[in-house]
C-alpha cells in the first residue's frame, strides 16, 4: 500500500457522521486522515508514493459490516474457510464479518474464539468478529461461559442455527448478558411447529408434497423473546427476519420501549418461496423463503426503520450436499458475493434512500455490537467500499471467491457493484 | 415427453392419450398370451427407496408384459445403505445403459431431481407427499370404465389428503377435467388446496351426497397419537366408510381404494367386498396403465 491515497470526487455516505454529499478522503499511513466535502480541497503532506483513486461518478461507503455469517473453520472446511470466507467478503464490499459459533467444535469457549482470531490474524482478509454459543454445545440447556468468550473478543451471543427452547433458559442468557451490555442474537424458530418442514408453509408447499414451516413457528418465538427481553431488560436482536408477522410483533415492541433491534437478509425482500418451485435446493434456507406480503412488509419494516440492520447469513455448502433429496440438502444461501448489489435494488426500487441503507450495513450493526468499524471517522483504520451503482454484471456463482456456489441468484443480472475495497490496508480493485 | 414426473406436469391431451393407449393395452391384457414385444430390448430398473408391494408388483409385470430387461433395486441390499448418495447411485445406474428408471422415494421432488441428470426415462411410482401419477391415472381409467367420462362427476376423496400422494396425484388429474372434486376429512388432514377448485367437508355425510365417486385412502397407523385424530375408533366413527354412509352416495356410486386397506378403520368389510366396490378392478387397470405410460415415454409409438 502507497504511504498515501486520495479517493477524489466520489460521493461519499457515511451515516456514522451524517455525511452524504461529493468530496474527497485522504488516507495515510493506512488510516482516514480527512475527510472533506468538494469545496474545501483536502490537504495532504507531500509523499513519495501518493495514490489517486478517481471516484467521480461512483459512491464511497465505510466498509461493510455483515453481523450474521457462517465461516465454517473450525470443523467445516469443506464447505468454507476463514481464508475463503474473509476473501469471498471482501469481494462482496464487506470488512467486518461476525462469525456464527455452529462450527465443531462449536464456539462456546474461548480457545475456540482465540482459535477463530489467530487463524484471521493470519490468514483473514478482513476482520472477524466472532458470535458466542448462548448454551454449551448450543444444546439449550446450560449457558456457555460468556464472559470469559466476551473477554476473549466475542462480541455478541447465539444459539443460530437452533433457537434455545427452553424460556427459562432464554430468560437467564438475557439475565446475564446485562452483565457484559452485549445483544444475545436470536434464531426465532418453535421447533414443534416447523417440525419436519422444509420451506414455507401454505399452497405452494402442499402443491410441491413438502412439509411447511409455518409462519406462526418464528412469530411465536419472537414474540417470546421480545416478552422475555422486557422482563429482563436484556438486550435482544431478532436475526434473519422473514416473516410480516416479526416485523409487525418488533414495530409494537419498538414503540413500547423494548431494547429489541432486528436484522433481515437480502434474500427476504428480493424473492419469495417462488423460488422453490422445481425442488431448487439452492433457494432452501431457514427461516423458508416466504411470500410476497411478507417481502413488502419486511421492505416496510426496513423503510420505517423496525428492521435496522441488513446481514447476509452467508451459508455456504459443498455443491454435493446441495446435489441432494430436497429434504436431505442443508439450509443456507452464500450470500457474500451478491449480497450489497442485492441491497442497492432497493435504492434504485426507492424503497431506501442511499444513505437509509448504507447506516443498515455499516454503523447500525457496528452500534449494536459495540465495534469500532462502519465509520469514515479521522483516525480510523482505513475500511472502504466504492460502489458504482450503474455497473451491471451477471452472477456466476461458479466464480465466486467463497467456496459455497449455493445461490438462488445465479443468472441474475444485477445493477450496482462494489468495484473497490479497501481493507486491513490493501486495495482490491475488481474492475479488472 | 421424456419423464412422467407428476401429473401436474402433464396436460389434458397427454393424460387422454395415455388413458387411449392403456385401452389397447387392456385389450391385450385380455389375450390368451399376454406379452407383446413392444419394448424388447429396452431395460428398466426398479428403484424403490420405501417399501412396496403393489405398486413394485404392478410396474413389474407390466415391465415383463413389455418385453422389457428388468432389473430391481431395494434399499436394504444397496449400496444407499453404505453411505452413498442418491446421485453416485443414480449415475452408476445409467452407466449400465438403462432406458427406464421407475423410482419411489420418501422425498418429495426426488424424481424431479433425478429426472434433470439422467437421460433415461424416469417414472415417478410415488415420491413422499407429493404425487403418485401412476395411480391417478389408473384410478381415472377405471372411472372411465365405469362412468364413461370424468366430465361433471361429484367425485369424493376421504382420508388423509396431508400426507397422500394418491389424493394429490388425483386432485390434480380430476381438475383438469371439470369434476366437482370433494375432499373429506378431519381438518388437521386437509392441506390447502384451493388453488385446485376443490371444496372441503369435515362431515361426512354431507360430503358424500350424491356422489359418483367414492375414493377412500388408506390412514397410516403412525399418525395416530400426534395429533392427527386422537383415536382410529374415533377416526372410523367420523370418516369411515360403512354401508349406511355408502348410500347417502348415488345409487350407482362406485368405491375405490388404492390399497392396502385398513379394514374397520377407513373402510368397513362389508362396503370393500360390495359390488359397488372396484378395489380390484383398479389393480388390474394398473397394469395396462403403467405399460401404456412405459410405451409412450420410450418414443416407439412415434416410430411405428
Not at chain 2, 51 to 74: G, Y
Not at chain 2, 194 to 215: A, P, Q
Request: charged share 25%; hydrophobic share 40%; with cysteine.
Amino acid at each position: 500500500m502507497p504511504d498515501a491515497i486520495l479517493i477524489k470526487n466520489g460521493h461519499i455516505v457515511d451515516p456514522s457522521q451524517g455525511i452524504d454529499e461529493v468530496g474527497d478522503i485522504l488516507i495515510e499511513d493506512g488510516k482516514i486522515t480527512e475527510v472533506r466535502s468538494q469545496k474545501s480541497e483536502v490537504r495532504h503532506k507531500e509523499k513519495e508514493s501518493l495514490r489517486t483513486i478517481d471516484a467521480a461518478g461512483l459512491y464511497i461507503f465505510p466498509g461493510l459490516v455483515d453481523m450474521h455469517v457462517h465461516l465454517r473453520e473450525p470443523g467445516f472446511e469443506y464447505k468454507e474457510t476463514i481464508k475463503t470466507g474473509t476473501m469471498a467478503a471482501v469481494k462482496g464490499g464487506i470488512t467486518s464479518v461476525c462469525c456464527m459459533p455452529n462450527t465443531n467444535p462449536v464456539n462456546d469457549n474461548k480457545t475456540v474464539t482465540e482459535f477463530i482470531l489467530r487463524k484471521t490474524y493470519a490468514e483473514g482478509s478482513c476482520y472477524v468478529y466472532p458470535i458466542g454459543a448462548i448454551t454449551k454445545g448450543q444444546k439449550g440447556e446450560e449457558l456457555a461461559e460468556m464472559t470469559m468468550m466476551h473477554e476473549a473478543g466475542c462480541v455478541a451471543f447465539s444459539d443460530d442455527g437452533r433457537p434455545v427452547t427452553s424460556s427459562l433458559i432464554m430468560r437467564r442468557a438475557l439475565e446475564y448478558s446485562r452483565v457484559l451490555n452485549v445483544p444475545i442474537i436470536s434464531h426465532c424458530e418453535d421447533m414443534s411447529l416447523s417440525e419436519g418442514g422444509v420451506m414455507n408453509e401454505g399452497r405452494l408447499s402442499a402443491q410441491m408434497g413438502l412439509r411447511g414451516i409455518p409462519y406462526a413457528s418464528e412469530d411465536a418465538m419472537v414474540a417470546r423473546d421480545i416478552i422475555l427481553s422486557e422482563l429482563t431488560g436484556g438486550r435482544l436482536h431478532i436475526a434473519h427476519v422473514s416473516t410480516e408477522g416479526s416485523v409487525r410483533l418488533l414495530r409494537q415492541a419498538k414503540e413500547r420501549g423494548v431494547k429489541v433491534t432486528a436484522e433481515t437478509c437480502p434474500h427476504y425482500f428480493t424473492i419469495t418461496e417462488d423460488a422453490v418451485k422445481g425442488y431448487n435446493t439452492n433457494a432452501k434456507v431457514n427461516p423458508p423463503l416466504r411470500t410476497q406480503r411478507d417481502v413488502d412488509a419486511i421492505k416496510e419494516g426496513l423503510r420505517d426503520g423496525t428492521i435496522d440492520v441488513i446481514a447476509t447469513d452467508h451459508a455456504p455448502h459443498h455443491r454435493d450436499e446441495k446435489l441432494q433429496e430436497f429434504d436431505k440438502s442443508p439450509s443456507g444461501i452464500s450470500g457474500f458475493e451478491t449480497a450489497l448489489s442485492l441491497c442497492l435494488r432497493l435504492v434504485h426500487e426507492g424503497v431506501l434512500t442511499m444513505s437509509q441503507l448504507v447506516e443498515k450495513i455499516t454503523f447500525a450493526p457496528a452500534k449494536i455490537l459495540g465495534i469500532n468499524a462502519g465509520t469514515l471517522k479521522v483516525d480510523n483504520y482505513a475500511d472502504i467500499t466504492i460502489v458504482d451503482m450503474n455497473r451491471e454484471f451477471k452472477v456466476e456463482s461458479e466464480n465466486f471467491l467463497s467456496k459455497g456456489k449455493n445461490t438462488p441468484f445465479d443468472g441474475w443480472t444485477l445493477k450496482g457493484m462494489p468495484v473497490i475495497t479497501i481493507c486491513k490496508g490493501k486495495i482490491y480493485d475488481w474492475r479488472s | 415427453m421424456k419423464d412422467l414426473v407428476g401429473i401436474k406436469e402433464l396436460s389434458r391431451n397427454e393424460i387422454e392419450l395415455i388413458l387411449n393407449t392403456a385401452s389397447s393395452f387392456k385389450d391385450i391384457l385380455k389375450r390368451d398370451i399376454k406379452k407383446v414385444p413392444a419394448l424388447r430390448g429396452k431395460t428398466v430398473v426398479n428403484l424403490f427407496f420405501e417399501p412396496s408391494t403393489r405398486t413394485r408388483t404392478s410396474f413389474e409385470l407390466a415391465e415383463k408384459r413389455l418385453s422389457t430387461d428388468v432389473l430391481n433395486f431395494s434399499v436394504p441390499t444397496s449400496s444407499v445403505v453404505k453411505g452413498e448418495s442418491l446421485f453416485d447411485t443414480i449415475k452408476t445406474i445409467e452407466a449400465y445403459g438403462v432406458d427406464f428408471i421407475v423410482m419411489r422415494h420418501s422425498s418429495s421432488g426426488t424424481p424431479h431431481f433425478i429426472a434433470r441428470n439422467v437421460n433415461a426415462s424416469v417414472i415417478n411410482a410415488g415420491d413422499g407427499i407429493n404425487e403418485h401419477p401412476t395411480q391417478a391415472l389408473l384410478d381415472a381409467f377405471s372411472i372411465i370404465e365405469k362412468k364413461g367420462s370424468l366430465e361433471g362427476l361429484k367425485i369424493a376423496i376421504v382420508g388423509d389428503i396431508l400426507h397422500s400422494r394418491v389424493a394429490k396425484s388425483n386432485i390434480y388429474l380430476l381438475s383438469k377435467f371439470g369434476v366437482n372434486i370433494r375432499l373429506i376429512g378431519p381438518p388437521t388432514l386437509i392441506p390447502d388446496m384451493t388453488d385446485h377448485n376443490v371444496e372441503v367437508f369435515y362431515e361426512m355425510d354431507e360430503g358424500l351426497k350424491d356422489s359418483d365417486v367414492i375414493m377412500m385412502l388408506r390412514i397410516q397407523m403412525e399418525r395416530q397419537g400426534r395429533g392427527f385424530f386422537p383415536s382410529t375408533l374415533e377416526y372410523f366413527k367420523n370418516w369411515g366408510l360403512d354401508i349406511r354412509r355408502l348410500k347417502l352416495a348415488k345409487k350407482d356410486a362406485v368405491v375405490m381404494h388404492p390399497g392396502p386397506m385398513n379394514r374397520g378403520i377407513e373402510i368397513s368389510s362389508d362396503v370393500a367386498d360390495s359390488k359397488q366396490s372396484i378395489i380390484l378392478e383398479q389393480v388390474t387397470n394398473g397394469l395396462a396403465v403403467r405399460m401404456a405410460v412405459m410405451y409412450l415415454l420410450s418414443g416407439r409409438s412415434e416410430n411405428a
